[in-house]
């Protein structure tokens, strides 16, 4: 007899508000160095630095963790971004030639970055209406005038407006035009030739009514704003690109663009000033490029810094992006490998002061923050606590590790500083130090591993908002490149003219693309991991806290297993150095696996317990006992019409008119396929139609949805027999009474193979290490499962008798973590691309399942098994199997029932390197690439959030509140995702601060019932189908059969 099931309408209420106290969707902290960035500005009384985008976006960093972000109504380029000093507002300039003016401030106990006014210059300025053309009006430069609550703005025209900074008005009569200034000049000079634009605007420190102007024509004029008149003209000849005004007001230095720059003296009379006191080129007398920007400040010593960039002779190093810093005799070339956007200097701005002293070097690149320390002699590098490129080189792909043990991260720490020479590295402290961090400090350590295209893997502290590096593991040193032979040139290069010092880490350039890092695995119980990469390379590494020198052993294991009629055609293996290797303290090598064929390996996966690694490529599978360097398993998973595998990524180019072929192919014959089908016209099914539609007429109960029909992959698809996942566990698989451990493995076609593996156990030394026994470790084939669709398997884990996951090695023995239930019946869950299935064991019969692509219309792209934490009671916790789509969406499923709970959308679903870049933790959070240099973390816990908290003292302005009462928006509407919440800490204009100030105050804006509610997926539409060996049949089963 048929049965059927169906679920009652409506959810429970309690399970509802317990889905809450679980789970939440939070974007909270972008990690790593800003996309494109375009301009660059500093505050030095709150210390804080603010970085503009092309995306439009305003990121403002502090001391680490104070960090926040704005973003601009349009997806215009930020051109440029300036401070008014202490009062935490901001004037952004966009390529659209619109003013913004920004504040922080405050909003239900917290504080934001808010867009409060912003102003767009007419397209003709009224004074010339007449003669001016629309490009005239064009903002070329601007000028903050604290003291008198303006802005000073220098157009195309030659024109400079002045503007109310609390309503962004034009002063038009203070508008300063080219005839006016011209009337100060001698006939001679006028010639009846333009000023031509604005090229620069500088104020004088001791008198902030003065103006220093710059016009494109080379002349330069002193505007005195309390007198309306010109006070001092200096007649340049040559293109202007820069001028800084010295500290004291008696000394201009302006530079050029054939290279040079010239010093001015500022004379006591009304005069012109004819002629500089000197002119000098640095790197002539051939020609050379523009001096783009100048800096000088003085020194109590007596020797000033000058500090420009460009300038570089023309024809022979024209291409190079270069800082020059000169004090006295010494001039240092700082070569970068990007693009300079601008730079800026640590140093006294109190007017008291008497020299600037500068503390630090800050070069904003088009790929990484540098800082350099001006203090200590050569001039070394500061590390930076946060703003690291990620993408020095490449990313290709990347691993969080949770709870890492406390020694292993003074390990890795200690190890990352020995890999920084005491000349390169400054041991001063960074100097952007504004705001203070009020996060607690985290429970647990996080690391993010990177692995890169040069061959190297970076362990990143992932543990809170600041994304530091702490240690780089090199694979290169194993194998035979280029390296010594290119460093070899450009060590010759660097003893020539000029005096070249490489800055920086941004790299992105591989000496072999087949040293790529394409997998990482880490054991922190051990200490060991596991790296494997675009050519087949399978290293197994050891930390060591010492150097050393040794060999690594080295092993291959052939995939093929002799299979005929294949061909490798792509790329060669990598040649490994043999004899004693010189390894520094460390990730060192301890053995070499070659897969043969040489192909990217696609799975990999470690077990330090049994001395166990398992890899796998686009040929199949092996397992490698790397403790008694022995070969356990080969497993070849090639299809016989495979051919596409043999190819390798280098040259399945020539394949895409095969492969085009064969999609159309296929789709043809499902189109011919459908149409043919026959109507079947059974008795029972007809019976069964009857029922079922009877049974949805009904009101009190719900019939599963309907679900969209799925077509089978074709046995003979290219590369179906690429490994997606392999996985260790120590479960049932032979029977129901003994366990052991167990190999599983996933491929591309849906095939699934667990191995039964017979490893002899260590035994324990008397001086306390472990002992292996010589006998081999067996693998027999236990099961193999074939999935109905063919769907690729994305991820394979065994529960428990409780349904939980089993733990890592070490885990349970060492009473980390709570030991499984091994008494119960054991799981396995198995997930492809288009459906969650749970089968028991030893039977591998199925239990339950969710088919994804059959309710939702989208594929599985990442899963993970995370623990979630209730938010209002710390010892309750589920389990859940958190799934990313094609689509972008996040969906939260329970363990092992697979019943859905909710489902947040997280990643554009056309940002497809997004997507295939996620990375989920164990405990609610994920990581993926918004763009090749940066990481946004969300939260799906409602508990576990990395977010900024911190506090600014900022002098507000007695306008803000009628400022802020005039922004209409919503703050969270101006901000770009990930924006955090500042506490702000109000201060009196004497600096001192306020009394109301409240440290350690978390709260956090109050949003809407429908954004702090998860999306929830009601119950009765959960599509969870459960099955038993009674041969009862659901609807879900019948609707399959029916098509």
Not at 478 to 496: N, S, Y
Not at 508 to 515: A, E
Not at 706 to 724: M, N, T, Y
Not at 868 to 879: G, H, K, L, M, N
Request: aromatic residues 8%; contains cysteine.
């Amino acid at each position: 007899m048929m049965k059927f099931r169906f679920r009652r309408q409506g959810a429970d209420p309690q399970r509802e508000k317990l889905k809450q106290e679980l789970f939440a969707f939070h974007k909270t902290v972008e990690h790593g160095f800003p996309n494109q960035p375009s301009a660059l500005a500093f505050d030095p009384e709150l210390r804080i630095m603010a970085i503009g985008t092309r995306s439009g976006a305003v990121k403002i960093y502090g001391a680490p963790g104070v960090e926040f972000t704005g973003l601009h109504r349009d997806a215009a380029t930020v051109v440029q971004i300036h401070f008014l000093p202490g009062q935490g507002r901001l004037l952004t300039l966009l390529d659209d030639n619109s003013l913004h003016l920004w504040e922080i401030v405050p909003h239900d106990g917290c504080t934001h970055l808010e867009e409060t006014l912003s102003f767009q210059p007419p397209s003709r300025l009224g004074f010339d209406s007449s003669s001016a053309s629309p490009s005239s009006s064009q903002v070329t430069v601007v000028l903050l005038v604290a003291a008198s609550n303006r802005a000073a703005l220098g157009t195309e025209g030659g024109s400079v407006i002045f503007l109310d900074l609390d309503t962004l008005t034009v002063l038009e009569e203070q508008t300063l035009g080219p005839d006016e200034v011209l009337q100060s000049l001698p006939d001679d000079y006028r010639c009846g030739k333009a000023l031509g634009p604005v090229e620069s605007l500088q104020g004088h420190l001791q008198d902030p009514s003065k103006i220093l102007i710059g016009y494109s024509r080379g002349l330069l004029v002193i505007w005195s704003q309390a007198t309306s008149c010109v006070d001092h003209v200096f007649l340049g000849n040559l293109q202007l690109e820069s001028l800084c005004w010295e500290r004291s007001g008696s000394t201009v230095v302006s530079s050029h663009s054939d290279g040079s720059y010239a010093v001015w003296p500022v004379n006591s009379g009304g005069s012109p000033v004819l002629q500089p006191t000197t002119v000098t080129t640095p790197y002539g007398p051939f020609p050379c490029k523009a001096i783009n920007k100048i800096l000088w400040r003085n020194c109590e010593s007596g020797s000033r810094f000058l500090i420009f960039s460009g300038g570089m002779p023309r024809a022979s190093y024209g291409d190079r992006h270069c800082v020059s810093v000169l004090q006295a005799e010494t001039l240092v070339t700082l070569d970068f490998t990007s693009r300079i956007i601008d730079f800026f200097t640590v140093h006294s701005t109190k007017p008291q002061d008497e020299f600037d002293d500068p503390q630090a070097l800050a070069v904003l690149l088009e790929e990484e923050l540098v800082v350099l320390d001006l203090k200590t002699p050569g001039w070394p590098a500061v590390p930076a606590p946060y703003l690291a490129p990620l993408h020095s080189s490449a990313i290709t792909c990347s691993a969080h590790v949770a709870n890492v043990p406390a020694k292993l991260w003074t390990r890795l720490v200690s190890s990352g500083e020995q890999q920084s020479p005491q000349a390169a590295c400054s041991t001063s402290s960074w100097p952007i130090t504004g705001g203070q961090n009020l996060a607690q400090e985290p429970s647990q350590r996080g690391l993010l591993l990177t692995g890169h295209e040069d061959g190297t893997v970076r362990f990143w502290d992932a543990s809170g908002v600041a994304l530091r590096p702490l240690y780089k593991l090199s694979t290169a040193g194993l194998f035979q490149t280029d390296l010594e032979h290119m460093d070899g040139l450009g060590q010759t290069a660097e003893d020539d003219w000029p005096p070249f010092r490489k800055v920086g880490c941004f790299d992105p350039y591989s000496d072999d693309p087949r040293l790529g890092v394409q997998k990482v695995a880490l054991c922190k119980y051990t200490a060991q991991m596991v790296v494997a990469g675009t050519a087949g390379q399978v290293l197994v590494l050891e930390l060591s806290d010492v150097p050393a020198e040794k060999a690594v052993s080295m092993a291959s294991v052939d995939l093929l297993q002799d299979r005929e009629g294949f061909t490798w055609k792509g790329h060669d293996r990598l040649s490994p150095r043999t004899g004693l290797l010189p390894w520094p303290a460390g990730f060192q090598p301890r053995m070499l696996v070659q897969c043969l064929p040489p192909a990217t390996v696609t799975a990999v996966t470690l077990h330090t317990e049994w001395g166990l690694v398992a890899f796998g490529t686009s040929h199949g599978f092996g397992v490698f006992d790397y403790q008694r360097k022995s070969p356990v398993l080969a497993r070849c998973t090639l299809h016989p019409n495979d051919s596409l595998a043999m190819e390798g990524p280098l040259s399945r180019v020539k394949s895409l008119k095969k492969s085009l072929r064969q999609s159309f192919r296929r789709i043809r014959k499902s189109r011919v396929s459908s149409k043919k089908r026959p109507v079947n016209t059974n008795s029972k099914l007809q019976e069964a139609n009857a029922q079922l539609a009877e049974q949805a007429s009904s009101h009190d109960v719900e019939v599963t949805p309907v679900q969209r029909r799925i077509e089978p992959r074709s046995a003979d698809d290219s590369l179906s027999g690429v490994v997606r996942c392999l996985y260790f566990a120590d479960t049932f698989l032979r029977d129901a009474v003994h366990h052991g451990p167990t190999l599983w493995a996933g491929t591309n076609s849906g095939s699934v193979f667990a191995y039964a593996l017979e490893v002899p156990t260590a035994v324990a030394t008397v001086t306390g290490s472990e002992k292996w026994p010589e006998r081999a470790v067996e693998a027999v084939l236990g099961k193999e499962v074939q999935l109905m669709h063919r769907a690729p398997v994305v991820a394979i884990a065994v529960l428990d008798g409780r349904g939980h996951p089993l733990p890592e090695p070490f885990e349970a023995s060492q009473d980390l973590a709570q030991a499984p239930d091994m008494q119960g019946g054991h799981a396995v869950l198995i997930a492809s691309e288009e459906q969650f299935k749970v089968f028991t064991l030893p039977k591998v019969s199925a239990k339950t399942k969710f088919k994804l692509t059959a309710h939702e219309g989208c594929r599985v792209r990442k899963v993970a098994l995370a623990t979630f934490t209730s938010v209002a009671c710390e010892d309750y916790a589920e389990t859940c199997l958190a799934c990313l789509t094609n689509l972008g969406d996040v969906h939260i499923f329970s363990v092992p029932g697979l019943r859905p709970q909710v489902h947040y959308s997280c990643i554009r679903k056309e940002d497809i390197s997004g997507i295939a870049s996620c990375v989920f933790t164990r405990h609610g959070q994920g990581f993926y690439l918004i763009s090749p240099s940066e990481f946004e973390r969300f939260s799906l816990s409602a508990r576990n959030i990395t977010e900024p908290m911190c506090s600014l003292d900022v002098c507000l302005s007695q306008d803000t509140a009628h400022i802020s009462s005039k922004h209409q928006e919503s703050p969270k509407l101006s901000q770009a995702n990930g924006t955090p919440s500042i506490i702000l800490a109000p201060r009196s204009c004497d600096r001192s601060p306020s009394p109301a100030q409240s440290k350690g105050n978390r709260d956090m804006l109050e949003l809407p019932d429908t954004i702090l509610s998860p999306i929830s997926v009601d119950s009765a539409t959960s599509a969870n189908t459960t099955l038993n060996t009674t041969g009862d049949v659901t609807v879900e089963e019948v609707q399959d059969f029916l098509g």
